[in-house]
């Protein structure tokens, strides 16, 4: 959610020590992606980023949970490099990176909440095909399963256990893998905490398994007596008033004041088969751990 205390301007306490920002050219006949933000050693990298990219990273919202401002908010592209306190964490970047929009792009913020489009998870004739909890008292969790089906079609495995249906919504949002664009909310109407399995087809592999394929629609009807209904939910939103286009001139000397590029090298690496519904996904963790999930070849 979006709360006030976290776009005040005058809340904007920490900074970069200093920061160059430049617009990106748009590469001829190819699809420019972003480049996940990175902190390493005081150096903050942050690449093929959109002002919206930009905006959602540093207030921890879904580009979606965006609205408003000119249209070429999601269409120009920044490259931001920045010097940040020997002391700062990664838990620091985002009010780090709002002072920065703030400065630099005099962006003007506010929140609402808004209806946008998204999802209400229904049962058809009620919890029927789920199971009371056997631990009503545990905090309650869905937890990916191997593949079931051998030598057959890819599917997606899930085991909820002691789960309650806003817990399961919020599940549905995040295991979708391209069948949910939006919010999932919960308009159940059921309370309780529920054990249950699912089942179904990740939206990748769906067309090549054709008739043994079950979309995750299918597999909430037949398996759970669910089903995902298009609705407006009223959802916490920042809405952007102004942003500009250029930023403000760099810093002079900024290049000599940066920390130089780590070494683009890994100390170690693990390499192992994604999940089959793993969607594509990559960030920088505490300690120089860097994860990249669900990425073919």
Same mark, same amino acid.
């Given at each position: 959610s979006v709360s006030p205390h976290v776009l005040s301007q005058s809340s904007a306490t920490t900074t970069f020590e200093v920061a160059d920002v430049h617009l990106r050219p748009h590469p001829a006949g190819a699809i420019p992606a972003m480049t996940a933000p990175m902190l390493r050693d005081g150096r903050y990298d942050f690449r093929s980023a959109t002002l919206l990219d930009l905006i959602a990273t540093a207030y921890g919202l879904n580009k979606d949970h965006v609205v408003g401002g000119p249209n070429w908010l999601d269409w120009d592209r920044f490259d931001i490099v920045a010097k940040a306190a020997p002391s700062a964490t990664p838990a620091m970047i985002p009010t780090m990176l709002r002072s920065l929009l703030i400065e630099r792009f005099h962006l003007a913020a506010h929140p609402e909440t808004r209806p946008v489009p998204g999802y209400a998870l229904v049962f058809k004739n009620g919890p029927?095909?789920?199971?009371?909890?056997?631990?009503?008292?545990?905090?309650?969790?869905?937890?990916?399963?191997?593949?079931?089906?051998?030598?057959?079609?890819?599917?997606? $495995?899930?085991?909820?256990?002691?789960?309650?249906?806003?817990?399961?919504?919020? $599940?549905?949002?995040?295991?979708?893998?391209?069948?949910?664009?939006?919010? $999932?909310?919960?308009?159940?109407?059921?309370?309780?905490?529920?054990?249950?399995?699912?089942?179904?087809?990740?939206?990748?592999?769906?067309?090549?398994?054709?008739?043994?394929?079950?979309?995750?629609?299918?597999?909430?009807?037949?398996?759970?007596?669910?089903?995902?209904? *298009?609705?407006?939910?009223?959802? *916490? $939103?920042?809405?952007?008033?102004?942003?500009?286009?250029?930023?403000?001139?760099?810093?002079?000397?900024?290049?000599?004041?940066?920390?130089?590029? *780590?070494?683009?090298?890994?100390?170690?690496?693990?390499?192992?088969?994604?999940?089959?519904?793993?969607?594509?996904?990559?960030?920088?963790?505490?300690?120089?751990?860097?994860?990249?999930?669900?990425?073919?070849?």
């Open positions: 029927s095909r789920l199971t009371q909890a056997a631990s009503p008292e545990s905090s309650g969790a869905c937890t990916p399963q191997p593949n079931d089906q051998a030598g057959g079609v890819p599917l997606a $495995v899930l085991s909820c256990r002691g789960v309650t249906m806003e817990m399961f919504a919020a $599940v549905v949002k995040a295991r979708a893998g391209g069948y949910v664009d939006g919010d $999932v909310s919960d308009a159940t109407g059921v309370s309780g905490r529920w054990d249950f399995n699912l089942r179904w087809t990740p939206k990748l592999v769906l067309a090549r398994a054709g008739a043994d394929g079950i979309s995750l629609e299918a597999a909430l009807d037949r398996q759970l007596g669910m089903s995902l209904e *298009p609705r407006m939910l009223n959802t *916490p $939103v920042l809405v952007v008033d102004a942003a500009d286009k250029t930023p403000t001139p760099n810093p002079s000397g900024v290049a000599r004041e940066l920390p130089a590029p *780590p070494p683009a090298e890994f100390d170690v690496a693990d390499i192992k088969i994604s999940p089959p519904d793993a969607r594509p996904a990559g960030r920088l963790q505490a300690a120089g751990r860097h994860d990249l999930q669900g990425f073919t070849m």
